[in-house]
């Protein structure tokens, strides 16, 4: 089975500030990638970042870069530079052998101007 | 990524009714998921929508109350059946085009926001 812990169920930053927002999980499954959604008060949900278990390097997508740390099982997604458009629900969820997506409870983003 | 179209967008509907979901997906998938996320949720799968094939549910989902057709690689459609308040979700359907930085991931369309009274 596997399992996504998202810690912190609101977090605030100042404008053009960095944040990091926390993602733990547990899986048995050797082989697995870990995704990061946002989720704006209109309800669609926005792909942002991708890391597969066994990529070398953490991943980068423009601000997004996800700090990858496997012996922890942990995937926090960072934020550099917000902006007030990040104001968001952020998901984190995993994709195993089974090719479904788990998530997170979710974390509230709120940019402060 | 795939281009992804939900109707309708939102919809208030009355106990003991049903609703039926549209998802179209501007190139051919293999894999269509639907979702529902309850009001400050996250996102539970309901099913895979299977081309040609029986939809496959998740514990807790069953297909006389969640009905759905997969007629073709790029439509997919989900009923909710015989509605009750509990129902009031989002619900969003998602594809896996292979497109991704990873072959299995996902893209949500924009999500139907069902109001049941």
């Known amino acids: 089975a596997q399992k996504i812990t998202q810690t912190q169920p609101g977090m605030f930053v100042q404008e053009k500030e960095a944040v990091t927002l926390d993602c733990t999980y547990d899986t048995s499954d050797p082989s697995y990638g870990l995704f990061w959604y946002k989720q704006p008060s209109s309800g669609e949900m926005i792909f942002l970042i991708y890391q597969g278990s066994y990529d070398q390097q953490n991943a980068t997508e423009g601000r997004y870069s996800l700090n990858f740390q496997k012996a922890r099982k942990s995937a926090n997604l960072v934020i550099s530079a917000s902006q007030l458009g990040d104001s968001a629900m952020y998901f984190c969820a995993m994709a195993g052998s089974a090719r479904q997506l788990t998530f997170g409870s979710g974390t509230q983003l709120t940019v402060l101007p | 990524s795939a281009v992804i179209s939900q109707k309708p967008s939102r919809d208030i509907c009355q106990r003991g009714t049903s609703l039926t979901i549209q998802c179209q997906v501007d190139s051919q998938v293999t894999m269509m998921f639907w979702y529902r996320q309850q009001p400050g949720q996250s996102l539970t799968l309901i099913a895979t929508?299977?081309?040609?094939?029986?939809?496959?549910?998740e514990s807790g989902f069953v297909i006389d109350k969640f009905p759905i057709s997969r007629p073709n690689l790029t439509f997919s459609t989900l009923t909710v059946s015989n509605m009750s308040p509990e129902d009031s979700s989002i619900y969003l359907c998602?594809?896996?085009?292979?497109?991704?930085?990873?072959?299995?991931?996902?893209?949500f369309g924009p999500g139907t926001r069902l109001t049941v009274l």
């Open positions: 998602s594809v896996e085009p292979g497109t991704g930085p990873r072959t299995d991931t996902q893209y």
């Open positions: 929508a299977n081309q040609g094939s029986e939809a496959t549910y």
